[in-house]
């Protein structure tokens, strides 16, 4: 490795260090990881559909290679993939719209103690008036990565709160729960997909250590 790489492949066989270093805690999480993305009642395909959405939010380069191969493997197409990487484009986008229901808050003196009520949603035609281009074209994007196609609207739904819980948005969860919960999804799928976003959030920490390890000893 060059001193000037920071991300290569096989930096990821440093994980196995962490197995000595921290055994208990190591030997737990991989559990953790394996139960969440097992098959339940939400597929094991689904949930590597969500697991690839939300490694482009942790922007995590060995989460993205380790569960494009593992989707891979389950015979699953490019398209499908791209669908659900446009899912989680527009969730991390909707995530920087909607904290600027916060910015209008904050801008205006309204900030309170509370940060987030469901009530400052009805701001979001404020930017419809402010830049209607922009607010426009973003809520083209949206619906069009939302809608339907080779992944139905029951799974980009599950993506999407999967998403929401990694860019911590309350509002994006609140909208996306409720969407969800009229697509007939049961709260036992809302957790294995939380859950999933739990293993893929912490799934990149871990995977990040490797280079805190080439750090040290480099």
Not at 174 to 195: C, Y
Request: hydrophobic share 45%.
């Amino acid at each position: 490795m060059t001193q000037d790489s920071l991300y290569q492949k096989s930096n990821i066989s440093r994980l196995s260090e962490l197995s000595k270093l921290a055994p208990d805690t190591f030997k737990a999480f991989a559990e953790f990881d394996k139960l969440a993305l097992s098959e339940g009642l939400i597929s094991k395909k689904v949930k590597e559909l969500i697991a690839v959405a939300v490694a482009h939010v942790t922007g995590c380069p060995y989460c993205i290679e380790a569960h494009v191969n593992a989707y891979k493997r389950l015979e699953a197409s490019k398209e499908e993939m791209a669908e659900a990487i446009m899912v989680a484009t527009a969730l991390k986008a909707g995530s920087a719209m909607a904290h600027g229901l916060n910015a209008l808050q904050a801008f205006d003196g309204e900030n309170n103690e509370e940060l987030y009520k469901k009530s400052n949603m009805t701001r979001f035609k404020e930017f419809a008036e402010i830049s209607p281009d922009g607010f426009r074209s973003f809520n083209q994007f949206d619906r069009e990565a939302m809608k339907p196609g080779l992944i139905s609207g029951k799974d980009k739904e599950l993506i999407a709160i999967a998403v929401a819980h990694v860019t911590g948005c309350p509002y994006c969860i609140e909208i996306h729960t409720k969407n969800a919960k009229k697509l007939g999804i049961s709260r036992e799928e809302l957790v294995e997909a939380i859950f999933v976003s739990t293993a893929l959030k912490a799934g990149s920490a871990l995977a990040h250590s490797v280079n805190a390890l080439n750090a040290y000893d480099f």
